[in-house]
């Protein structure tokens, strides 16, 4: 069984630091790329990135190019997604997703339960 | 503003058919890129419902359906029942954000 395990809620306050992480079981973890989705409270999914785990190949959405960091280690079959100082506006939650292709455009086709960060002095 | 544009809400009664709309431009959708489907219920997790070519995985019931001409695409969902209410986004990719996935702002279904 596909499953995409994702580490729990954080509570940061502006400027910290912080990594999340998200831990693939089920599949070669390798032969799949990972996106990342963030979702602000009461708003769309945003498309950040994705990563391929086997070369570290990374492409970031315009939007969060500079932003984020997004990191995979093949040993622990894990991406991480983090940030060097912390914005109120980061406050949402973050998704890793599988993203298999079949046809001309990824589809995420499995996803974490998603990491709630809140950002709050 | 999402590069995707859907509308923000649509409804029916139970046993009807509704259909929701993605649409893009020359740069995403019209430059060939497939559309693909997510359902989100509240408080969950998105859902893949309609991924490439109108494929389903695994699960999803064949009352869900995808079709994409020129530089738009749509959801169709027939038979509407109480458990499909939830939010409903589209996905693609865009060549002008170097080709990053772009998603449609949601859909929220709401089944009187």
């Known amino acids: 069984e596909v499953q995409l395990v994702q580490s729990g809620a954080e509570v940061k306050k502006p400027g910290e630091s912080l990594k999340i992480s998200c831990k693939g079981s089920g599949y070669t973890f390798t032969s799949y790329w990972i996106g990342w989705v963030r979702q602000k409270p009461g708003k769309g999914l945003e498309w950040m990135g994705a990563i391929y785990p086997v070369d570290s190949d990374i492409t970031y959405s315009p939007s969060f190019q500079g932003q984020v960091t997004i990191s995979a280690d093949t040993s622990t079959s894990t991406s991480n997604l983090q940030w060097s100082s912390l914005k109120a506006s980061d406050t949402a939650i973050y998704y890793c997703?599988?993203?298999?292709?079949?046809?001309?455009?990824?589809?995420?086709?499995?996803w974490g339960q998603g990491t709630l960060l809140t950002v709050s002095s | 503003q999402s590069v995707l544009t859907q509308p923000p809400s649509v409804s029916g009664a139970p046993g009807q058919r509704v259909t929701i709309s993605c649409t893009g431009s020359s740069s995403n959708i019209g430059a060939g890129y497939d559309v693909h489907w997510y359902q989100q219920l509240p408080g969950k997790a998105p859902k893949l419902l309609i991924y490439?070519?109108?494929n389903r995985p695994s699960g999803v019931p064949d009352r869900f359906s995808g079709s994409k001409s020129g530089t738009s695409a749509s959801l169709a969902i027939t038979g509407l029942q109480a458990e499909d209410e939830a939010d409903y986004y589209c996905q693609s990719y865009d060549r002008s954000l170097r080709s990053s996935g772009v998603f449609g702002g949601g859909t929220k279904l709401t089944v009187l």
């Open positions: 490439g070519k109108n």
């Open positions: 997703a599988r993203l298999s292709y079949v046809d001309s455009s990824g589809h995420l086709d499995f």
